[in-house]
């Protein structure tokens, strides 16, 4: 079981997030990451195989900052436990970012089709799919206007199949976390700020 924390707000988000995963180890996992944005830099990822503290060096070592941001713990079930298989997981304009907990069990017939579509994936988990979903329906319409994150994440939703729950930021739509799920609910907790949240 891996855990999801979500924060936007005035705090610096890195150890909010952080102090968040903290709490949530104690249902085990194998990589640990975080993606976080708002400081003009586009979206900043770290990520690192084994244990928390092997995250907090990467970003000791190449410290990030935001405003809004998210972090998960991954317990692998579709890939091996490997950085470049843990959470979180882009779309192909690394503009959208996702962490997600369960397992998509269509995601076969799913990656195949975005792949026809043109979608070029780096991992080999079953999370991917939902990066490249959100991306398939977030793109700008021909009259020049955009879906917003919310429809573009209902609609790559409403294409999966299984029990899990998720998480997602993109650059273009600052200080904004659009969570789903699919099965057990997300538990909201207030870490610090009454808009961060934990999923279990
Ligand atoms: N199925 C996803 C993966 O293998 C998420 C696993 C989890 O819940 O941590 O990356």
């Given at each position: 079981?891996?855990?999801?924390?979500?924060?936007?707000?005035?705090?610096?988000?890195?150890?909010?997030?952080?102090?968040?995963?903290?709490?949530?180890?104690?249902?085990?996992?194998?990589?640990?990451?975080?993606?976080?944005?708002?400081?003009?830099?586009?979206?900043?990822?770290?990520?690192?195989?084994?244990?928390?503290?092997?995250?907090?060096?990467?970003?000791?070592?190449?410290?990030?900052?935001?405003?809004?941001?998210?972090?998960?713990?991954?317990?692998?079930?579709?890939?091996?436990?490997?950085?470049?298989?843990?959470?979180?997981?882009?779309?192909?304009?690394?503009?959208?970012?996702?962490?997600?907990?369960?397992?998509?069990?269509?995601?076969?017939?799913?990656?195949?089709?975005?792949?026809?579509?043109?979608?070029?994936?780096?991992?080999?988990t079953?999370?991917?799919?939902i990066?490249?979903?959100?991306?398939?329906?977030?793109?700008?319409?021909?009259?020049?206007?955009?879906?917003?994150?919310?429809?573009?994440?209902?609609?790559?939703?409403?294409?999966?199949?299984?029990v899990?729950?998720?998480?997602?930021?993109?650059?273009?739509?600052?200080?904004?976390?659009?969570?789903?799920?699919?099965?057990?609910?997300?538990?909201?907790h207030?870490?610090?700020h009454?808009?961060?949240?934990?999923?279990?």
């Amino acid at each position: 079981m891996c855990g999801i924390v979500g924060y936007v707000g005035k705090k610096r988000v890195v150890p909010v997030i952080i102090d968040g995963l903290k709490r949530l180890e104690y249902r085990g996992y194998d990589s640990a990451g975080i993606a976080v944005c708002g400081n003009g830099e586009g979206l900043q990822i770290r990520r690192a195989e084994g244990k928390l503290r092997n995250l907090e060096e990467v970003i000791r070592l190449k410290p990030l900052d935001g405003t809004y941001g998210i972090g998960h713990t991954r317990w692998a079930t579709h890939g091996r436990p490997t950085e470049e298989n843990a959470h979180p997981h882009r779309d192909c304009t690394g503009r959208v970012v996702v962490v997600h907990n369960g397992i998509i069990e269509n995601y076969v017939v799913l990656k195949k089709k975005l792949i026809e579509e043109g979608h070029k994936f780096s991992t080999e988990t079953d999370t991917e799919v939902i990066a490249h979903l959100v991306e398939k329906y977030y793109l700008k319409r021909s009259n020049g206007s955009r879906p917003s994150l919310e429809e573009a994440v209902r609609k790559a939703v409403g294409q999966l199949s299984g029990v899990f729950a998720l998480a997602v930021i993109a650059v273009d739509e600052p200080n904004k976390i659009v969570a789903a799920r699919n099965g057990p609910p997300a538990a909201r907790h207030s870490l610090s700020h009454p808009r961060s949240f934990l999923s279990r």
